[in-house]
């Protein structure tokens, strides 16, 4: 059932004549005709009947416009709720890395609270891949993920990229290793080449930067632990149970020293996701542009922020 057809029917019980009809909506009066016609075909009834020269309503031509009323009514204050500029309302659905969550969303949600009391955000804490497959399967309608200079992800054309900010990385080691502070990268590696590394449990980019730079020093890293949490991975570091990668500028303990990493240089690279079609929509628009207003406020290469 197309809503141009009961829009014909609304005007034709309003004006009560084909022709008026047709000059009221800028079309002919055997146009008109026809798709009344078309419409009575669809609901298996007669909804008009001669009247004279003229046509009236049968009763279920009346009730069908009851009906009518309701239904564009309805889809008109859709059109004005989805369309660009509307005010935000409904709900958003963010899946996204807890450290963009904590440090970007969480701030931008307790704002929204207040300018935009009809718009409501529901939050999911998960890994890049995971947040990816939930925009795939519209579970989620905005993923805040990450991936690595040296290990980017895999470009999918059915989504829309926005990078939101970038940040360096180091190398997590105990705090008495001895490196000089001049040491690049594959310099670093090479002298924990015997340890245990440690490694994200649920993502694997920052598994590929390690395996990668320790190619290039010319050893295989033995990866041995696993953990989703970066205060863990201090605590493994404090522990003696290995090195692994973490966030510069982010607080460590005293048992733990952060290494930076140059030539080359690890680097995070943060992004909003939405799926093409979507942007549109003004809770997505909004909530966005807001991201990407808060992290362009932040120096280039940024720390990261805190786990």
Same mark, same amino acid.
């Given at each position: ?14 004006? +009560? ?8 909506? +800028?079309? @002919? !009066? ?5 798709? %009344? ?26 009730? %069908?416009? /009851? &009906? ?8 008109? !204050? ?8 509307? /005010? ?13 969550? =904590?440090? &970007? ?27 990816? &497959? ?29 990078? %939101? ?38 993502? !694997?980019?920052? /598994? =590929?930067?390690?395996? @990668? %730079? ?9 990866? !041995? ?20 990668? $973490? ?10 020293? $952060? ?15 939405? =799926? ?13 542009? $807001? $991201?990407?207003?808060? @992290? ?12």
């Amino acid at each position: 059932m197309e809503t141009r057809r009961l829009r014909l029917l609304v005007e034709l019980s309003r004006l +009560g004549s084909m022709r008026a009809v047709a000059d009221a909506v +800028g079309t @002919t !009066t055997s146009t008109v005709s026809q798709q %009344l016609a078309v419409l009575a075909r669809e609901m298996g009834t007669a909804l008009i009947e001669p009247d004279g020269r003229r046509v009236r309503l049968t009763p279920a031509g009346r009730r %069908l416009t /009851e &009906h009518a009323v309701t239904i564009l009514a309805a889809v008109e !204050t859709a059109r004005l709720d989805l369309a660009p500029g509307a /005010e935000p309302n409904g709900t958003l659905r963010v899946a996204g890395f807890a450290s963009a969550v =904590r440090a &970007h969303l969480l701030p931008i949600v307790t704002d929204l609270s207040a300018g935009h009391p009809r718009l409501r955000v529901l939050v999911r804490e998960h890994e890049p891949a995971e947040a990816l &497959h939930l925009l795939a399967t519209d579970e989620a309608d905005l993923a805040l993920t990450y991936d690595y200079n040296l290990a980017p992800a895999d470009p999918d054309p059915a989504v829309h990229t926005i990078t %939101l900010w970038t940040a360096p990385w180091g190398l997590g080691v105990p705090a008495p290793a001895d490196v000089p502070e001049a040491a690049d990268a594959l310099e670093v590696f090479a002298r924990f080449r015997t340890h245990d590394w440690i490694v994200n449990s649920r993502n !694997t980019a920052d /598994e =590929r930067v390690i395996r @990668t %730079l320790a190619s290039m020093a010319g050893f295989t890293p033995r990866v !041995t632990h696993q953990a989703d949490s970066l205060d863990l991975v201090q605590g493994m570091i404090t522990a003696g149970l290995g090195v692994g990668l $973490l966030p510069v500028g982010a607080p460590t303990v005293p048992e733990v020293r $952060l290494l930076p990493l140059t030539g080359p240089r690890v680097v995070m690279r943060a992004y909003a996701v939405a =799926r093409h079609g979507r942007l549109a929509w003004p809770p997505l628009t909004l909530v966005t542009g $807001l $991201l990407a207003r808060r @992290t362009a406020d932040a120096a280039p290469d940024a720390p990261a922020p805190p786990p």
